[in-house]
């Protein structure tokens, strides 16, 4: 996965940041940011018009990552070599989550 993760940047340069590529390439950056601890509490849903929208399982999630929301997205950024993410955006749907 490591090696997936740091070939972001030359997927995305390759696909001319294909919106398609792009939308992949942030959402798997936002996995892998999050990391375990949040897998079954913050969903990526798509990548639309430069803002990540998140599903989470609650408002207290939703408050929580609101105010981590600067550290994670210069952590997507930073995977993705480039500021494709523009936004996160997080919605509380707990259908979504575990």
Not at 11 to 28: K, Q, W
Not at 56 to 75: C, E, F, H, T
Request: hydrophobic residues 45%.
């Amino acid at each position: 996965m490591e090696g997936l993760i740091k070939s972001l940047p030359a997927v995305l340069r390759a696909s001319g940041n294909a919106p398609e590529v792009a939308e992949a390439a942030a959402i798997a950056a936002w996995r892998h940011t999050a990391g375990e601890g949040l897998r079954d509490h913050a969903v990526p849903l798509g990548l639309q018009d430069r803002t990540l929208k998140i599903a989470v399982a609650d408002p207290i999630w939703q408050k929580q990552l609101n105010s981590m929301r600067g550290q994670m997205l210069y952590r997507v950024n930073s995977l993705l070599g480039q500021p494709i993410v523009g936004e996160l955006q997080f919605i509380v749907d707990p259908n979504l989550c575990r």
